[in-house]
């Protein structure tokens, strides 16, 4: 996969995510981004919390990762990378079990959730044009879920922006519900 197409893929999805958040939802009332679809389902400000504490964790490892000085070549997505993306893909419907420390559920949250993630969102555009000049295929980025695990930089960044896209079709959705 050529490193350039995949990093200008990533920056285009990041800048839709924010352009979405921003126009569909930042506009929103407080009570509506609270509000579940159904009891068990997170509220759309629940999803972005979740994303929130998903952020805190992988955009000082994706930076910790860019510090190190090697030769770029050509990205190749790792067989465990392409398992944590399909797993959190949109199209995938399955749903899937949280860890309690991830999961936001009961939460009564404020618009502070969004600017935050906004936040997260323009760290990760920056990241994304630092990584232009890296190796993204050294495993240098641990897993959130298991810290033992390590994958490749550029199966990171591909995951984090999946899961962001996979949660917020599901925010999306539950403001559909509640408007």
């Given at each position: 996969?050529?490193?350039?197409?995949?990093?200008?893929?990533?920056?285009?999805?990041?800048?839709?995510?924010?352009?979405?958040?921003?126009?569909?939802?930042?506009?929103?009332?407080?009570?509506?981004?609270?509000?579940?679809?159904?009891?068990?389902?997170?509220?759309?400000?629940?999803?972005?919390?979740?994303?929130?504490?998903?952020?805190?964790?992988?955009?000082?490892?994706?930076?910790?990762?860019?510090?190190?000085?090697?030769?770029?070549?050509?990205?190749?997505?790792?067989?465990?990378?392409?398992?944590?993306?399909?797993?959190?893909?949109?199209?995938?419907?399955?749903?899937?079990?949280?860890?309690?420390?991830?999961?936001?559920?009961?939460?009564?949250?404020?618009?502070?959730?969004?600017?935050?993630?906004?936040?997260?969102?323009?760290?990760?555009?920056?990241?994304?044009?630092?990584?232009?000049?890296?190796?993204?295929?050294?495993?240098?980025?641990r897993?959130?879920?298991?810290?033992?695990?390590?994958?490749?930089?550029?199966?990171?960044?591909?995951?984090?922006?999946?899961?962001?896209?996979?949660?917020?079709q599901?925010?999306?959705?539950?403001?559909?519900?509640?408007?």
């Amino acid at each position: 996969m050529e490193t350039q197409n995949l990093i200008a893929r990533l920056q285009a999805d990041v800048q839709q995510i924010i352009e979405t958040v921003e126009t569909e939802l930042l506009p929103l009332e407080t009570s509506v981004l609270n509000r579940k679809p159904t009891p068990e389902k997170w509220s759309a400000l629940e999803c972005f919390e979740h994303l929130n504490r998903y952020n805190r964790f992988y955009n000082p490892e994706l930076e910790q990762a860019l510090e190190h000085k090697g030769r770029a070549a050509a990205f190749r997505p790792g067989w465990l990378g392409n398992f944590f993306v399909q797993s959190v893909a949109p199209e995938n419907a399955r749903p899937m079990k949280t860890r309690a420390y991830l999961n936001p559920a009961g939460s009564q949250l404020s618009l502070k959730v969004l600017e935050e993630f906004l936040g997260h969102q323009r760290h990760l555009l920056e990241l994304l044009t630092r990584a232009k000049g890296a190796n993204l295929n050294r495993r240098a980025v641990r897993v959130e879920v298991f810290r033992l695990l390590r994958i490749k930089t550029g199966d990171a960044f591909r995951f984090v922006v999946t899961h962001q896209q996979r949660h917020l079709q599901q925010a999306l959705r539950g403001v559909e519900v509640a408007v």
